[in-house]
């Protein structure tokens, strides 16, 4: 690739044009990723987009057609994934069923020159931290799954990664357990200042736990940013599309005259008090009740707008062919092109 | 409830038929009148027979053993490759699998008889001093060729099943490969892996045609025994068969039940 040395990266993991491919279906397009020491970096996007054959490249069970990869500073594209001081945590845990729990801890810290003793403390100790010493001699299939689930986090913490991978490792779970489990994952690893990339479809889960936030689309990057950031100020109508099911409008309609795009978020309408601050005026189409918001879906000018509010604040009377007129303050409008 | 028992109907009678009428025959047949034990106790006290027993289960072990080896390891290398590599070798399991018996046994003795073409060759650089098909080493290589045949199309499904994700998790903890089998793939699925030996050893100790195509009466197997008490002019003695088909059918059948005794064990745990 590049002949030129670059300068000590500043990122901890610093992924470069990294491309890939299945026999003749090129599946990434290029990609470049940086991740600072302690993120917790959220690779989000649409099934198919690549993101598992990221992680994969990454931590070299997927080999690379072009591009470079450097962990704290030393190259590991060319190295075994063994050898690249990574973890990972896969979709369906992939534990090892004839191993008890403390087995599938133990297993990979045999053969790193450490003695007996200091791989049953290790274990133990991780035991401990994912709370699962009651539970150190059951086999896998006896465990519950957010019970496997955390065997899988601690068989690939014990073995004190410098960069944890995990593709989707809370999605086989019921709702409720998910929620208490990435508050678990987010603590530890802050507790831990572990270095993690995290794929997810769930865009709520990627808002919870992302410092940062990729968004990826058919091999490439698409954007990434603060959760915040590309919640409110999405790259492209791609990104805003992606998140919060986001009205994208006619730019024209705020300031006329102005091509692309705006984007405005079904909470950033407000109904208007008087027509000075009317922008555009609708008809309702049906509401549905989103827990504590209330969405009303209506059209103006043949475009489909959603609007949320919340009723215990906000008493509005909204049925089916009400018309009412909307108005948006400047700051909550977020201009795309194209 | 009552009629979807029915369906097992035909089953049992096919069983019947096929399997406890001639087995009963056979056992019945066993006992001679009068003396009704008196055919084992001629079995137990002969060194021929008692040496045909032991000949057939060192073979039928050795080629369990060798086989089932000889074919989990391509299944494993298989595995790391494309999908179109193990059919294929499913396919030539397959064939060979067929081709078992008499045929196969013909093609060693063009290829590896005295007058070999192979043999040949092999005499001709100075290699294969002292190898005779005819001997036990040619009952060995004759009996591997069905084992192994069988053995993978057996066992490459078995292997093929092991999840691909947790051998790369062992992978990345730097315990792939040897490692990964000896302490994770072969264990997993020991149980489906002693199936099939169970399987080969049962058809190895049923074997007739491929020792006796080769050696003729001159094997000392239990199966060319029983065939020269039923068919020889000289020998026939059909109650003396009978009695060495319950015995081999003992020997088969008590490795079988230890292995299933095994693997029951195995589930409670
Ligand atoms: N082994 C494979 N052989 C051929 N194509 C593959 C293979 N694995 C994945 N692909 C293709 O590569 C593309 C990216 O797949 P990948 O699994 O990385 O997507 P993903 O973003 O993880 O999707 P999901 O969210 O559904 O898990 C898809 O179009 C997929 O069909
Ligand atoms: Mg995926």
Known sequence: MNSQSSPTPRNFLDIDRVTAAYGETQVLHGVSLDVSEGEMHVLLGPSGCGKTTLLRAISGLQPISGGTMTLGGTRIDDKAPDKRGLAMVFQHYALFPNMSVRGNLAFGLRGKGLSRPQIDERVERMLHTVDLTARADARPAALSGGQRQRVALARALVVEPRLLLLDEPLSALDAQIRKRLQLELKRLQRAAGLTAILVTHDQDEAMRLGDRITLMDAGHIAQTSTPAEIHARPANRFVARFFGEANILPADWFVPGLGGHAVVHPTALMPAPDASATVFTADVIDTEHLGALRRVNCRASGEEIRFDFLPASTPLDITPGTRIAFGVRGDAIHYVDG | ?269
């Open chain 2, 1 to 269: 409830m009552l009629s979807r028992r029915l369906y097992v109907l035909p089953f049992l009678a096919l069983l019947a038929l096929i399997v406890v009428w001639p087995l009963s025959t056979v056992v019945v047949g066993s006992f001679k009148p009068g003396a009704p034990l008196e055919h084992y106790a001629y079995i137990l006290g002969s060194r021929f027979y008692l040496k045909a027993f032991s000949v057939t289960l060192k073979l039928s072990l050795l080629t369990t053993a060798l086989g089932l080896a000889i074919a989990v390891l391509p299944a494993i290398a298989l595995r790391a490759r494309s999908r179109r590599l193990s059919d294929l070798a499913l396919t030539i399991g397959n064939i060979g699998a067929n081709f078992a018996g008499v045929p196969s046994v013909l093609a060693f003795m063009i290829l590896l008889g005295s007058n070999g073409i192979v043999t040949k060759l092999l005499r001709e650089a100075g290699l294969m001093e002292g190898f005779d098909l005819y001997s036990w080493s040619g009952l060995v290589l004759t009996y591997l060729f069905f084992q192994v045949s069988i053995g993978t199309v057996l066992v490459l499904p078995v292997i093929t099943a092991i999840p691909r994700d947790i051998e790369e998790a062992a992978d990345l903890l730097g315990q792939g490969g040897a490692r990964f089998w000896a302490s994770v793939g072969l264990p997993v699925v020991w149980r489906q892996l002693l199936s099939v030996a169970t399987l080969l050893f049962a058809n190895a100790m049923g074997t007739y045609a491929t020792a006796y195509t080769l050696m003729g009466t001159s094997a000392q197997i239990v199966t060319v025994r029983i065939g020269e008490l039923v068919a020889g002019d000289v020998f026939a003695d059909p109650g003396l068969a009978n009695a060495l088909s319950i015995c081999l059918l003992v020997v088969l059948i008590a490795p079988i039940l230890l292995a299933q005794l095994l693997t029951a064990k195995g589930t409670k745990a």
